[in-house]
Structures are given as C-alpha cells and as structure tokens.
C-alpha cells in the first residue's frame, strides 16, 4: 500500500519554479534591451502672488484633473492609439504634500512618447483648473528632453517569480491531492481484497479442519460399534440363555430301554 504525499512538497518545489522563472524575467528583459522611461513635467496651480495662499491645493486640484476626459483627449492629440486604460496604467498624478505643485509622471518604453504625453496631459490639466477654478495655473517645467531610464528589470523579476510561485504552487498541490485521491481508492480497493482473502483463507481452514475431523474421528465411522470384553458375553450368553423356559424333564431311562 502506498503513502499519502503532503501539501507541503509542494512548496519547494515553487520556490525553485518562481526563482527559475525571475532569473530567466531578469537576463531576458537585460540581455533583450528593453528598457523603460520616465517622463515627468510640473504644474503650478496658482500664480505666483497666491502661492503662499493656495498651499494644500495640490491634493484637491490633482483630483480634479485625474479625468477620463482629459486622458482621451491627449491620446486623440498625439494621435496615439491606445484605449484609455493603457494610458491610465502608465500615468501617475502626483500633488506634493503642503504645496501647490503637482508633478504628471509617465512611464513608457518610448522615450519621445512619454514626453509628449506628459508634457500634453500637463496643458489639458492648466486648462481645465484655470476655467474650474480660475486660480492661474501654469505649466511649471515640461519633460521634453529630460526623460530618464529606468532599471525595472529587478522588479518586473519579481513579479514574474512571485507569480511563477504561486501558479506552480497551486499546480503541485492539484497534482498532490489527485495523487493522494488515487492513494486512496487503491488502498480502499486493497484493503477490501485483503478483508475479502482473509474470509476465504478462515472459511477454507474451517473447511479443512472439519474434513480432517470427519477422516479421523472413529466414533463417526464405528457410531454403531462397541467394544466388548470377555466377561460382558458370558453374562450376554446367560442372559440369553435365561429367556429360554425349560418345558419339562427329561426322565431318566436305562440303558436299552428305548434303544430302537
């Protein structure tokens, strides 16, 4: 019979699947060339004599402009065709904390492309605050020219192995858990078998056991049969002889008298 395998083996082997899985994200992704860029221009969301006055502003203005509207319609102006999700994924609104200024940060494996999204979805953003709010926003400082690399390669490793980890994770433990399902049924099935052969193993020694008996038991053979010594068949014989009544006397005669 075999033995149940636990959960727990699965867990080395996923260790070893998801650093398998980043080592390979990692070289891949160096040896590949890909490479990312970040791109980040700032607005200013007052003018210059109101900015001691308009501190705090930046968390409450970055809200406004973080829009659906204003995303599509720089995609739409740089003619770039992408869905408004995708645009999304690579957009940060960033308001610094107790002031005014708020930073567009782009990321994109196209170093141009980052730029001009930034620096496009920066003009929407003054526009939009200036007919709001009136409060004189300006462009701050564009990206153009100025976007720099960035080393993701480590952290996409990590995510890949992270879920290389997991995955194969879950895969072992389906794999282990219908290995111990079969474990199980062949063991109920051998057991069962066994249960089985030893009924017939004591069902056949009783049979045998009975048999010998019946072959070596005399009284079966001679039931009818009793042993009987000498002294019991004299007192037979006297007893038989003693049911017989004697009918008369034979009377005594001479010789010669009845002679024929």
Known sequence: MRNKKSLFLAIPSAIIAGIIVGMITYFALNFGGYKEYKAQAKVITTNVENIDDAKDTAKTYAATINSSKIKQKTLETLAIDWNVGKFDSKLEIKPTKDSSIIDIVVVDTNKLRAEDLADQYAEYSVRVLNNIYNSGA???????????????????????????????????????????????????????????????????????????????????????????????????????????EVLGRIPSYKKGEIDV
Not at 163 to 189: C, D, F, P, T
Not at 195 to 209: C, F, G, I
Not at 232 to 237: G, N, Q, T, Y
Request: net charge positive.
């Open 138 to 244: 300006s462009v701050m400082e564009y990206s153009y020219g100025s976007a720099g690399i960035l080393d993701n390669s480590m952290r996409y490793s990590i995510i890949a192995g992270s879920i290389a980890l997991v995955l194969w994770g879950l895969i072992q433990i389906i794999r282990i858990n219908s290995y111990n399902r079969k474990v199980e049924k062949e063991n109920l099935s051998a057991s069962k078998a066994n249960q089985v052969k030893e009924l017939r193993e004591v069902s056949d020694k009783s049979k045998k056991k009975d048999l010998k008996l019946d072959n070596e038991d005399p009284n079966k053979e001679n039931a009818n049969t009793q042993v009987i010594d000498a002294k019991e068949i004299k007192e037979m014989s006297r007893e038989k002889s003693s049911k017989y």
